[in-house]
């Protein structure tokens, strides 16, 4: 049986479900088809769940501060399964609002695994969806290490997520984003965790300074924090898994990869229907996403670049306006914002400091702690620095680093300015309201330009 449409998008991530809504927006005939649950993994099991038991963290941790702002609590403890339940309630609010979307702009929710066919349709089941435009938009899957097995003990960052009850003791290896969001919230809520990063600093991608004064933060949440680790083993049993990382063998009740993702082509037709991967096994796509298969386009974690639910949201509306013969621009992934929800969050987006010296720019630092602004200390959030990079000849912002209770919407203006074509000088000489968090960002944009006042 087939079924005609203008576009087929399959997966229904955060890149696939915008892409639909736009297709739709522009008056194409749209189906989406989700295997599992509308939403994808961002939703169901990655972003949305961690955002959830992070907040719940940030809860107990605010309540244990409570007495420096004068307010007594007694007798906190923390309900797992009360955890769970927020969790839970969250992810069905956002994908019932995702499912709700769909039937508002009359895309069509198909149940199936979808595959691409020789002809460049869409087999979903026992239906094939005839289309000249696919996007492909199935995001990543996790990869074990050490010859491992995912399992009840082996989990990867979504089953993490999605525990039923705490660990008591925890192993997380790969301290990037997810590795490093995991130990933080289980750390806050009591979980003797073990961070592992093969690398010489957690969260490999940032800022040395940045991630150093994070790394200080996470040591104070139950988390202990081995760099340049080389685990040699991990065994795991019924109730728990052994480690040894040189120090001997210890014992945890979940062991939690997080070091590595890649794109999920399996059994998506891609050799049938001519689309050309690269060495790593992502899409290969040109600035408007499309493929090296006409009328097939590919977004998200399938393609090169950070694997960011918003990165693949604007790779959706991209795909399809090209679709439909809209104009587009491809994207400039130096000004793509990058957040890790830690505490405190990390954000950034450009080059380090490093990086841009070894350019060869003429380098300007703009640095301040939170400290040197009101609103840090009004709240008790003055852990924290900003630091941007500039180039001095024309005052352009080659980068922002930021770590703060606040870091990822503090990143943001500084994304707009560079977007809107403005340097440190004019975020310096724009008024910030008194007292925020953003004046710090100011004050960051003044040391940059050589006239730092608070600080």
Known sequence: ??????????????????????????????????????????????????????????????????????????????????????????????????????????????????????????????????TDKVVLATGSVAKPLLDLEFSDRVLDTAAAWLLDEQPRRLAVIGAGASGTEIASAYGRLGTEVVLLEALPQILPLEDEEIAKACAREIRKQNVTIVA?????????????????????????????????????????????AGVETDERGAVKVDGAMRTSRDGVYAIGDLVPGPALAHKASDEGVIAVEDAAGEPTRPLDHDAIPAATFCHPQVASFGMTEKQARDAGHDVAIGKVPLGAVGAPTVYGDRGGMIKLVGDKRYGELLGAHIVCAKAADLIQELVQARELEGGFTEVAHTIHAHPTFSEAVMEAARAADGWLVHG
């Not at 309900?79 to 499912?99: C, E, I, N, P, Y």
């Not at 991990?234 to 794109?263: H, M």
Request: hydrophobic residues 35%; glycine residues 14%; negative net charge.
């Open 1 to 130: 049986m087939a079924d005609g449409y203008d576009c087929v998008v399959i997966g229904s991530g955060p890149g696939g479900y915008v892409a639909a809504i736009r297709a739709a927006q522009l008056g194409m005939k749209t189906a989406i088809v989700e295997r599992d649950r509308i939403g994808g993994r961002c939703l169901n099991y990655a972003c949305i769940p961690a955002k959830s038991v992070l907040r719940a963290a940030d809860v107990l941790s605010e309540v244990g501060d409570a007495a420096k702002f004068g307010i007594e609590v007694q007798g906190t403890s923390v309900d797992f399964g009360g955890v769970g339940t927020h969790r839970d309630k969250v992810v069905k609010t956002l994908t019932s609002g995702v499912a709700g979307l769909m039937k508002k702009h009359e895309v069509e929710v198909v149940e199936s695994h979808g595959k691409l066919t020789s002809e460049g349709n869409v087999a979903a089941g026992d239906r094939e969806l005839e």
């Open 228 to 272: 340049d680790a080389n685990v040699s083993s991990a065994k795991p049993g019924d109730s728990s898994v052994t480690l040894d990382w040189g120090d001997g063998n210890q014992e945890f009740d979940y062991l939690c990869i997080a070091a590595g993702r890649g794109a999920d082509t399996d059994g998506l037709g891609l050799d049938d």
